[in-house]
């Protein structure tokens, strides 16, 4: 049913055609965050891939560096009803991460670890393939703290809270395992072209 | 930090507008009736307006009226080249129909029960969450202190001002300090600063309590610099919960 006289303003038919349903394009760059940006000290910075409490392997900052790099350009959502077009991201992907450290994935599931104590789970299938990388710089510069950096997951195919900022490790875990916003109303997997915003969304 | 168990936003509803009442040049309440379930203070709500074509358009609101009232009170910003927020300030009315979900959010909350000494920080209109909490505060009366930091531009843009200025006047357990960006103070206890970290410390000393949670909504820029400056001032980055809004259009 219409709303009485609302009319609205449309994209154009290229722009909506990349509008997942419910979205609108910014221009800007909205930060979302459960609290203040922590500040990384890159002399301690690590990263680490752990299966349950069991480390399998870690970086520092200086040899995280030295890794493969891959880049993406694409377009990114936010479930706050936010879409950002064309942003470009280079990083580490995860194919890489796990091919390096010679890692074969105990299970299906993991979580996504935050200096700042945030966490979010996905599936590991969403990682791989080339669909995600923790990024260490936007727009070819380094990743600015309140944007995640020093470095942050990237699965830009869901809502963009699964793109932990701040990211200090990967945990692969035993079963789907809810995460920060898993816990407080948001959904489980997150796809914004079916618009899994909450749970229980289909 | 209790996680509650977590309740599933229903599915779209209508709502009714039952008024809009304008409280600043820039800002409207608007008032609605709907079905929905209780919210908690912090909580926003998803607004759907359709357009006779079938286009649609979504933003989020926060809730300022406390939980357990009648009705649900919006606060609305007139933003530039806002679409959704241009209709609630030109076109709605009165008798009219929007579509609504929620309430959402089960981090930028907080209970009774949550207890204190609460530290809440607003930016402009990143007042609204937090005015929910001040209105459940005070429709309980715990004792739980309550220091409410406002910065607007001018003390004529401060939403729900004799609101507050009342609250205080009635409740000693709450203070309010007001600092004006772009016009002069009003108040001998106000402040016509921007918010560092060295009129943080001042703040914190003057209500001579360690906050147990601190709320900081508004601008990213304006969060940003709170924060850091809380987190300088030794208050837990683990009982800071920010609210930032931007993007939107």
């Known amino acids: 049913m219409a709303t009485r006289g609302f009319s609205g303003r449309r994209p154009s038919q290229d722009v909506a055609l990349r509008l997942p349903p419910g979205q609108y394009r910014t221009e800007d760059f909205p930060v979302l965050a459960k609290g203040p940006t922590p500040r990384a000290d890159l002399a301690t910075w690590k990263f680490t891939i752990s299966d349950a409490a069991r480390p399998l392997a870690s970086w520092t900052w200086a040899q995280f560096e030295a890794l493969p790099r891959t880049i993406w350009r694409g377009d990114i959502h936010c479930v706050t009803k936010w879409s950002k077009l064309d942003t470009t991201w280079s990083g580490v992907s995860i194919d890489d991460l796990f091919q390096v450290a010679g890692i074969a994935p105990p299970s299906g599931y993991l979580l996504a670890e935050s200096y700042d104590d945030y966490d979010t789970n996905l599936p590991v299938a969403d990682l791989l393939g080339a669909k995600a990388m923790i990024a260490t710089r936007f727009a070819d510069a380094p990743l600015e703290p309140e944007h995640g950096g020093p470095a942050r997951l990237l699965v830009p195919h869901l809502y963009f809270w699964k793109s932990a900022k701040w990211i200090k490790g990967l945990r692969f875990t035993a079963q789907d395992q809810a995460g920060f916003w898993e816990l407080r109303g948001y959904h489980m997997y997150g796809d914004p072209w079916r618009e899994q915003r909450y749970t229980n969304d289909p | ?246 993007g939107e259009n």
């Open chain 2, 1 to 246: 930090m209790t996680v509650q168990p977590s309740v599933a936003p229903a599915r779209w509803q209508e709502a009714v507008i039952e008024r809009i009442v304008p409280q600043t040049p820039r800002v409207v309440s608007v008032f609605l009736r709907s079905g929905l379930q209780a919210h908690l203070a912090g909580q926003h709500l998803d607004v759907r307006l359709t357009a006779p074509d079938g286009y649609q358009a979504q933003r989020s609101y926060s809730i300022a009226s406390a939980p357990g009232t009648q009705g649900i009170e919006l606060a609305v910003e007139r933003l530039e080249q806002g679409e959704v927020s241009a209709f609630f300030h030109e076109v709605a009315r009165a008798g009219d129909t929007i579509e609504v979900r929620g309430p959402i959010g089960g981090h930028f909350v907080w209970r009774i029960e949550d207890g204190g000494p609460v530290l809440l920080i607003a930016g402009g209109s990143g007042i609204v969450p937090l005015m929910a909490m001040v209105r459940a505060w005070s429709a309980a009366q715990p004792n739980t202190p309550v220091l409410l930091v406002y910065s607007a531009r001018t003390w004529e843009e401060l939403v729900f001002r004799d609101e507050l200025l009342d609250t205080q006047a009635h409740q000693p357990d709450f203070s309010v300090v007001v600092t004006t960006t772009r016009g002069p103070r009003r108040r001998s206890e106000d402040l016509d600063r921007r918010l560092d970290r060295s009129l943080l410390r001042e703040l914190l000393t003057r209500w001579g309590r360690v906050p147990r949670h601190v709320y900081v909504c508004g601008s990213n820029v304006f969060v940003e610099a709170v924060t850091a400056g809380l987190v300088l001032e030794a208050v837990p980055a683990g009982r800071i919960r920010t609210e930032r809004f931007g």
